[in-house]
């Protein structure tokens, strides 16, 4: 599975952007989708994920909880997180990621990833 995340740019705190994560690829063997962010001179800590048929299981980091939104497009390749009420502490690389069937425990196909900057 390919995946290219896109959506990245400057924002004043208070702000919104959404992201996408665009896959292709072996679609059928996605499982989950994850997005993950990492901060300059911080680990890459996971934000959201979503089970990619349904989306029935959604999970948000604490920190994002209530500002943050996960969704696939109807029966599309494309997964959004929408971001409200961004905040300075928001700053950070955005990537996708997924968990394929045959192996659940890890997550794969990280991309390049898109920068998101919040000035306050």
């Known amino acids: 599975v390919q995946l290219q995340a896109s959506g990245g740019g400057s924002v004043q705190a208070g702000g919104s952007l959404r992201l996408s994560c665009a896959a292709s690829?072996?679609?059928?063997?996605?499982?989950?989708l994850g997005w993950f962010r990492q901060a300059p001179g911080k680990e890459r800590v996971i934000v959201a994920a979503?089970?990619?048929?349904?989306?029935?299981?959604?999970y948000y980091a604490d920190s994002v909880k209530g500002r943050f939104t996960t969704s696939r497009d109807n029966g599309g390749n494309t997964v959004y997180l929408q971001m409200n009420n961004l905040k300075p502490e928001d700053t950070a690389v955005y990537y996708c990621a997924v968990k394929e069937w045959s192996d659940i425990n890890q997550y794969l196909g990280w991309g390049q990833g898109t920068l998101v900057t919040v000035s306050s």
């Open positions: 979503i089970t990619w048929n349904g989306g029935r299981s959604i």
């Open positions: 690829g072996r679609i059928l063997s996605i499982y989950r």
